[in-house]
């Protein structure tokens, strides 16, 4: 089993920043695939950004330009850093990550709420 703790969510004002972390319990370097979610009340779970094997990125078009993913394998940690961040950011925010050589595979963090209001 492998656990994954986010943080660093929070109230930020339209325009502020935020940097989420998610500290894995085993290591990343070997991980397939590490993935930023959100999911605001009424709608489904979408992804934000997400990092595979080598280092390749994706973004949802909301994020572009304005969210970096970024990982330091010395600390298995995975970051979002959110910036010129909008009322419509606001959502309770899921790391995933994915090891195919791990019984299970995909697991789940708790999530953080990152709210965006003045």
């Known amino acids: 089993q492998v656990q994954l703790v986010e943080s660093g969510g929070g109230l930020v004002q339209p325009g502020g920043s935020l940097r989420l972390s998610c500290a894995a319990s085993r290591d990343i370097f070997s991980s397939n695939f590490m993935g930023w979610f959100r999911q605001a009340p009424g709608n489904q779970r979408e992804l934000v950004a997400s990092?595979?094997?080598?280092?390749?990125?994706h973004y949802a078009d909301f994020a572009k330009g304005r969210f970096t993913i970024s990982r330091d394998n010395a600390k298995n940690t995975v970051y979002l850093q959110m910036n010129s961040l909008k009322p419509e950011d606001t959502a309770v925010y899921y790391c995933?990550?994915?090891?195919?050589?791990?019984?299970?595979?995909?697991?789940w963090g708790q999530g953080t709420q990152v709210t965006v209001s003045s």
């Open positions: 990092m595979t094997t080598g280092g390749g990125t």
């Open positions: 995933n990550a994915i090891w195919l050589a791990v019984p299970g595979r995909s697991f």
